[in-house]
């Protein structure tokens, strides 16, 4: 069972950059390392994935070091829509295991 | 391309009654899952469909619960008889593939709420 351990909230600025660490010690060799986003009333909604290295598409960056007992989910110049919990997944088997997530904030 | 729909929104029900919640993953999408997040706790893995069959099973928390999928089409996750720790937001999710790196497109979720 791959847990993860990630800050339960932060705050943040808008314009700011928000990095999101997620530490996920006993990842099995065959698991990735996704990120989903999901706003009050709505249900998660997928922002990142990644194996190993550096990803990034049009909403995020996930940096994940050699070892891949972690990762970071990097958000460029957030924005107050940008407030939202968000979910580092771990893999039990094929199927997601959601932690309690990190509540973002961004304030004005 | 219309989303993962789940129905209904909200439903409020007395326990010891039944209820039935529907979920009409994207078309095309082989995979279908069924997630709870109960008052206060994280949100957990109840079941995995791929077509009409039962891939995993193993988050179901217990017999009152019955997922089906007749035809590979639509779900429905029937709770009978409801219990007051049933309350929660029941999430639906759809991928059309099934892997360790599949993306899993979300429902807006069911709020039951037993009392």
């Known amino acids: 069972l791959a847990k993860t351990t990630q800050p339960i909230s932060m705050d943040s600025y808008e314009g700011q950059e928000v990095n999101i660490t997620c530490s996920h010690n006993n990842i099995a060799t065959n698991d990735y390392i996704t990120w989903y986003q999901q706003f009050p009333s709505q249900g998660p909604r997928f922002i990142i994935q990644g194996y190993k290295t550096k990803v990034t598409n049009e909403v995020a960056s996930l940096f994940i070091p050699a070892d891949r007992k972690s990762s970071t989910l990097s958000l460029p110049r957030v924005s107050l829509s940008d407030t939202a919990v968000y979910y580092c997944?771990?893999?039990?088997?094929?199927?997601?295991?959601f932690g309690p997530g990190t509540r973002l904030s961004v304030l004005p | 391309e219309a989303g993962v729909t789940q129905f209904p929104s909200h439903s409020v029900i007395e326990k010891g009654q039944t209820v039935t919640l529907r979920c009409d993953p994207i078309?095309?999408?082989?995979?279908l899952y069924w997630y709870r997040r109960v008052m206060g706790k994280e949100i957990k893995f109840l079941l995995h469909?791929?077509?009409?069959?039962?891939?995993?099973e193993s988050g179901m928390p217990n017999n009152r619960f019955l997922a089906e999928r007749t035809g590979g089409t639509y779900s429905t996750l029937k709770v009978q008889p409801a219990e007051l720790e049933d309350s929660g937001v029941y999430f639906c999710?759809?991928?059309?593939?099934?892997?360790?790196?599949?993306?899993?497109?979300f429902g807006p979720g069911t709020r039951l709420t037993v009392l």
């Open positions: 999710a759809s991928s059309p593939v099934w892997g360790r790196n599949n993306e899993q497109f």
């Open positions: 997944l771990g893999n039990y088997g094929q199927n997601f295991v």
């Open positions: 078309s095309g999408h082989d995979n």
């Open positions: 469909f791929v077509k009409e069959s039962k891939q995993d």
